[in-house]
């Protein structure tokens, strides 16, 4: 399947971008002047070992965490985050492995959790369900995705299901990027491609994605660019287009070699 490439620099301004950032924890280097850039409507493949960084960049950008050196950009203009709500009202989202979803509660009100519809009686509020109901339906029908009813519980949901509710309540308040952690990781088989699908209709909506995944299947389905991290450092970059299968896995072991290239060129296994 052809993939698309990147934009150049000189088309459009990246919706997210990194310079330069690293991250201490004590003695320990997690990040070293780590680089990252993402557009409006992009897919952004990052791999990488354990222990390479992935996961401490993305909170970086969805503003868990405070870089120790570097800064961020949103749409061009210099950022700080000092919690990830700060991320949230500028536009980054990110959906974590664990969902962090309320089993007990209807899918509506786990999108709207924290961000309530609430109606005004005088100086009293009070939590509009209808209107959260009616907002969470068409959300779910704009991105494609089928449930019985915005009143069931996610505790009654399937595996695909929950994952894409979160994605739905990631993107149900303008968000410009959505960041998720190893989406299709606990999915059955025949839920991966849906969930796979889920985030190319939110490039086709402008949506910039980036996603970590040890599935070389999925960075290969819904991505236009790979970035590999090894050891807490940019090793690698590439549209998807321009590389393999073999070459990315060399890039995940610190491999840029003629092997890794040969393996490229004959698309060995």
């Known amino acids: 399947m052809t993939q698309a490439t ?36 992009e897919v952004l493949g990052v791999v990488g070992d354990n222990g390479a960084g992935k996961s401490t960049l993305m909170k970086i950008l969805a503003g868990l965490y405070p870089p120790s050196a570097g800064q961020l950009y949103v749409d061009g203009q210099a950022a700080h985050f000092a919690s990830p709500k700060e991320a949230r009202d500028r536009g980054i989202e990110m959906v974590y492995q664990d969902l962090a979803l309320a089993g ?59 994952q894409a509710v979160a994605i739905a309540r990631a993107t149900a308040f303008d968000a410009k990027v959505v960041i998720m952690d190893e989406p299709t990781a606990a999915l059955a088989i025949k839920e991966v491609r849906k969930v796979l699908d889920l985030i190319k209709d939110l490039r086709n909506h402008g949506i910039g994605v980036i996603l970590i995944s040890h599935r070389l299947d999925d960075i290969f389905y819904v991505c236009d660019r790979v970035m590999a991290l090894f050891h807490g450092r ?21 491999n840029k070699s003629p092997v890794a290239q040969a393996a490229k060129i004959f698309d060995l296994n």
């Open 6 to 41: 990147s934009p150049s620099e000189a088309e459009r301004t990246p919706v997210i971008e990194a310079r330069g950032i690293c991250k201490y924890f004590g003695a320990v280097t997690a990040l070293e002047d780590v680089y990252l850039k993402l557009y409006r409507g």
């Open 104 to 162: 007990n509660l209807r899918i509506d009100e786990n999108i709207f959790l924290g961000r309530e519809r609430v109606r005004r009686f005088g100086p009293f509020k009070l939590v509009d369900n209808a209107e959260s109901m009616r907002l969470a339906k068409e959300h779910l029908e704009k991105l494609k995705i089928e449930v019985k009813s915005v009143r069931q519980r996610v505790e009654e949901l399937s595996g695909g299901q929950r």
């Open 234 to 254: 940019n090793f690698a970059e590439a549209p998807l287009a321009e590389t393999s299968r073999n070459e990315v896995i060399g890039w995940i072991m610190g």
